[in-house]
């Protein structure tokens, strides 16, 4: 089994390659979550994410035949992406789309690796991409002292197979756990029927950590080295996501953003400890990323549609739109409707969608409009 | 006039309390702009900009009886909110909404000042708020040599003339270039006028740099330092918000955005030298980055509107979505109209939004569409 050797070996291999990620304190989750809450930001590296760290590592290793040859990868993104840069510095590579899932994706990899005599570097299961991740937790021993425990996302295992080595092999009384989208919890199940397992597949917005079926490399090195695994569903990811973006300013992608959903809505014990908390990277599709702070707004009061039942006669909009204006709520949508939502005959219906300032504002602003007589319910 | 050791003893004051923010390379807009590029990530500071240096600062120089009667701050949000953590630590200040813009702003804590006998905080034009915001110029030579030039927002001029002063006495020859909205150029116009000008009021996304008249002391450390001030507009600000966003993962304000945008832009002849690019503040509304990133989208390609006229029967958007479908557009709003935009008697016209991946997608959907027999044009 890799030891705590290999993963400094990588340390001293990859360092001048790699971007040594800011570890910092957040005042805002701290408060939060009730402990000192630093973030380390490897979603602040190159390609996006810590997956350079272990592909790197990888390549640097391989023989001159082997280079000669040249590498493939499957990946949802970032390690595929993770492997170009290493071995080109220049995303010089082949991008090849294939496959629905990871699974087939992974399986067409395979096939064209044995056709074309490639090097495979899987994602996760391999030593040395493991040692690579592994110096993640390296460089936050080096940049924090007196870490209580850290917390981790887990797709296939990679990421805290190495950082929890990392932890456990320097100081075994800081906590390591795992965390992973409730939709596929893989390395949680292998744990709870002592033996790798198939999930079931599933759509997750954590993307990156959609993994079915945890390592046999680095399973093992987590029932060595992690102390637990919590899981976290989509609306804390999502939540997580709005909030880092909000008050950290940075961009995390699902899969990077588990770690920081575990602690911020409790699903560990810990209060006034030496929180680490991992975000693993920023890859998200900005069209995702853009309804998640819609419906983030929505969940929160800024953003809020009512049904407001309004007569049907030229002048009607002019007096509701007063209403409105003096409750200095901003319309962005509206929507009439003559003959649904049960108006009456004479009468229309409108859905008026507002920015507003929070749920204070709505309540002021739906009683100045039962004030003036209309007749309103909330659209949710 | 202030003076680099001003700066310094700024510095050894307020540098245990200040967070050293990240100066990292950008690969992507250093390709993008044809310069090594590097970005000071002052928007990761606490409270979400640098002007916790100035206020800080300040704060740290008061008497203690000046301390005991309190102080009063006028901002837009960066700098009271900048005073309130640094005064307590804890936000724990009367935030008071006063005012249209930040004269307004400006004049109603005057009064109160007066009023109350508190110490005003200016947001500029003050030496100890200079020289606090200079510290920021410190750190950029501390953390890299060799820069070139270095590209700076101006508003009021804070934070340029502390930051140009720390570089000129220091090294001469790094180029200092101001950078300001097209909206609201009072830095501009005043060099131009060799003498201090208010510019007419102007709203701008870069709300943080909306000063109208440059300050009394600012304005002469500018003309002694600064070697050139460019301008940009809310478009080229948009863009280098979504792309600060999409490749650097981290969340600009407006104001924060605009040494970016001039560099992206290429409103400086730089070509082949090491720029320092300062990204001043983080403090956006997200609801205002939900819609740049979806006008972002919208000039991308990445979300587009079709115009299709419909046969008006059963099962005709069964067929149309069928085609769109098979060219793999996500559909995510559709409006039907039968009286509007020429529909003829008969038939429907349909606007469809889509995501797609960009204008060869899209050119693919509209030659399928076309394929189809189906009249179609692009909303813009």
Chains 1, 2 share one sequence.
Not at 55 to 63: F, G, Q, S, V, Y
Not at 217 to 235: A, C, G, H, R, S
Not at 284 to 307: A, F, H
Request: contains cysteine; aromatic residues 4%.
């Amino acid at each position: 089994m890799l030891n705590l050797r290999h993963i400094q070996e990588a340390m001293v291999r990859i360092r001048d390659s790699i971007f040594v990620s800011p570890f910092v304190y957040s005042e805002t989750f701290s408060q939060l979550t009730g402990n000192t809450a630093f973030f380390k930001l490897d979603n602040l590296q190159m390609t996006g994410s810590f997956k350079e760290r272990g592909a790197l590592n990888k390549i640097l290793l391989l023989t001159a035949e082997e280079k000669q040859r040249g590498v493939i990868a499957a990946s949802a993104g970032n390690h595929a992406q993770a492997v170009a840069y290493s071995a080109t510095r220049g995303y010089g590579a082949d991008v090849i789309l294939v496959g629905a899932n990871y699974d087939e994706t992974c399986d067409a990899a395979l096939k064209r690796c044995a056709e074309q005599d490639l090097t495979f570097i899987h994602p996760f299961d391999d030593e040395a991409v493991i040692a690579g991740q592994g110096t993640l937790g390296l460089e936050m021993l080096e940049q924090q002292s007196g870490l209580d425990a850290v917390l981790v996302p887990i797709g296939g295992g990679g990421l805290i197979a190495g950082v929890a080595c990392a932890f456990k092999e320097t100081n075994p009384g800081i906590q390591v756990i795992g965390v992973q989208t409730s939709k596929l919890p893989s390395m949680k199940a292998a744990r709870e029927h002592n033996g790798i397992v198939t999930v079931p597949t599933a759509k997750t917005i954590a993307d990156g950590i959609a993994v079915r079926t945890a390592g046999t490399l680095t399973f093992p090195m987590v029932q060595k080295y992690v102390d637990d695994i919590v899981v976290v569903d989509e609306e804390e990811i999502a939540s997580a996501i709005l909030l880092l973006l909000e008050k950290e300013k940075t961009l995390t992608e699902g899969a990077g953003a588990t770690a920081t959903a575990a602690a911020l809505h409790k699903k560990i014990p810990h209060r006034g400890k030496k929180l680490g908390i991992v975000n693993s990277g920023g890859n998200i599709d900005v069209t995702l990323l853009s309804r998640i702070i819609e419906r983030g707004l929505v969940k929160d009061g800024r953003l809020v549609r009512l049904r407001i039942h309004l007569p049907d006669h030229p002048g009607a909009l002019v007096r509701l739109s007063t209403v409105i204006a003096d409750q200095k709520a901003n319309i962005i949508q509206t929507s009439h409707d003559r003959a649904y939502y049960g108006a009456v005959l004479g009468d229309t219906v409108i859905d008026v969608t507002m920015e507003t300032r929070g749920p204070d504002h709505i309540a002021d602003l739906t009683a100045a409009l039962e004030a003036a007589n209309y007749l309103s319910e909330r659209v949710q």
